[in-house]
Nanobody, 124 residues
Framework: QVQLVESGGGLVQAGGSLRLSCAGSGRTFSNYNMGWFRQAPGKEREFVGAISWGRSTYYSATVKGRFTISRDNAKNTVALQMNSLKPEDTAVYYC??????????????????WGQGTQVTVSS
């Protein structure tokens, strides 16, 4: 089992950058596939990106080229670097973890563990 805590959210102007961090507990963190999702008010939770235990990365079309996911297994953390932010990026951002094979990184139901979320607000 792993517990996840996100941090780094806040208010930023359009065009700015933020770096979110997800800290995980447990000695087997390096074995987990990790995902980032976001949820805006009145909308469904949507896939942002993911990084596999083997460090392969995947991104949604809406953030590809602007966001970068990385992991530091020594520190049990996964980071989401967000550049060129847009007002439509405003949402609560969640990290999620899955131990074992992932069929579809973009699917919410694939993940077993979730953090509490961190708010990102991008002003125009």
């Amino acid at each position: 089992q792993v517990q996840l805590v996100e941090s780094g959210g806040g208010l930023v102007q359009a065009g700015g950058s933020l770096r979110l961090s997800c800290a995980g507990s447990g000695r087997t963190f390096s074995n987990y596939n990790m995902g980032w999702f976001r949820q805006a008010p009145g909308k469904e939770r949507e896939f942002v990106g993911a990084i596999s235990w083997g460090r392969s990365t995947y991104y949604s079309a809406t953030v590809k080229g602007r966001f970068t996911i990385s992991r530091d297994n020594a520190k049990n953390t996964v980071a989401l670097q967000m550049n060129s932010l847009k007002p439509e990026d405003t949402a609560v951002y969640y990290c999620a973890a899955k131990l074992g094979a992932v069929v579809d990184f973009a699917r919410v139901s694939q993940y077993d563990y979730w953090g509490q979320g961190t708010q990102v607000t991008v002003s125009s």
